[in-house]
């Protein structure tokens, strides 16, 4: 961790140091400011949507890391070998220890469409090159209520940040893709099924209305529940027809060959 460079596992002190001394590319000083004042600040009065995230931020809870690329395999590769890093530190880190990634933002315009493929070809890749086997009891159908993506080992839910959205803007980067890793050990005792994950939901939808100035997405659920989806939560659609109707991911519990990635950032 702290290792020299920005494509590595970084402390928010590092971080932040390293910015302050001009050793990180601008498009990764860009991406943290946009991420770090969209945590603390408010858009007209309102707060960020989830308590969680500020707190993290402002506690310096979470690591981060930023990828050169969302399609070149020696980016994904160091991207693979940060996220194993991260799950070796992140239980005896901080109680709230989520992994912030940033990507370079892409050379020519993405749409809606663009985003949700690269952020399926990076999953898979981390799949297809995930050393330890999918978790004995996660289902490999996306379609399954209990399904969640998983990497070395463990169930994660990541949730994501892009420029599409523009009514959804607690979910606005200007600046490319945002992914945040959070392994499912972080929700315990947060759950749907617990008194204090229900009131956690309540006040988070409710901050949801009021920041982003619309109702809550429509595919927001609670893993477990059926009826509900986790997938289609990693990235809100905002045009439905530029979102996949069904999961993109292949997953088995042997890993298959690596896909055909697609051109180069």
């Given at each position: 961790?702290?290792?020299?460079?920005?494509?590595?596992?970084?402390?928010?002190?590092?971080?932040?140091?390293?910015?302050?001394?001009?050793?990180?590319?601008?498009?990764?000083?860009?991406?943290?400011?946009?991420?770090?004042?969209?945590?603390?600040?408010?858009?007209?009065?309102?707060?960020?949507?989830?308590?969680?995230?500020?707190?993290?931020?402002?506690?310096g809870d979470a690591l981060y890391t930023f990828v050169?690329?969302?399609?070149?395999k020696d980016a994904l590769l160091a991207l693979r070998d940060t996220l194993l890093e991260y799950l070796d530190v992140y239980p005896d880190y901080s109680e709230a220890c989520s992994l912030v990634t940033f990507f370079k933002p892409p050379a020519a315009d993405f749409t809606e469409a663009d985003y949700h493929e690269r952020l399926w070809h990076i999953l898979q890749f981390l799949h297809v090159n995930d050393p330890e086997p999918w978790p004995a009891d996660i289902p490999t159908d996306p379609d399954d209520p209990t399904w969640e993506f998983s990497f070395g080992g463990e169930p994660m839910f990541p949730t994501t940040r892009a420029p599409f959205y523009d009514e959804r803007i607690s979910r606005y980067c200007p600046w490319g893709l945002e992914i945040t890793f959070q392994p499912r050990a972080l929700f315990d005792g947060?759950?749907?099924?617990?008194?204090?994950?229900q009131q956690a939901r309540a006040v988070i939808q409710n901050r949801?209305?009021?920041?982003?100035?619309?109702?809550?997405?429509?595919?927001?659920?609670?893993?477990?529940?059926?009826?509900?989806r986790e997938w289609p939560q990693y990235m809100f659609s905002a045009d439905e027809s530029q979102a996949p109707d069904e999961c993109p991911i292949r997953i088995t519990r042997e890993h298959p060959k690596v896909p055909t990635a697609p051109a180069d950032d």
């Open positions: 961790m702290n290792e020299s460079g920005h494509q590595v596992l970084m402390e928010q002190d590092v971080l932040r140091h390293r910015l302050d001394d001009g050793d990180l590319p601008d498009w990764a000083r860009k991406h943290y400011e946009t991420f770090r004042e969209t945590m603390l600040g408010d858009r007209d009065g309102a707060p960020f949507p989830c308590y969680f995230g500020i707190e993290s931020e402002r506690n050169d690329s969302m399609t070149d947060i759950t749907a099924d617990t008194e204090a994950g949801i209305e009021e920041y982003d100035g619309v109702c809550p997405h429509a595919d927001l659920g609670d893993w477990g529940v059926e009826g509900d």
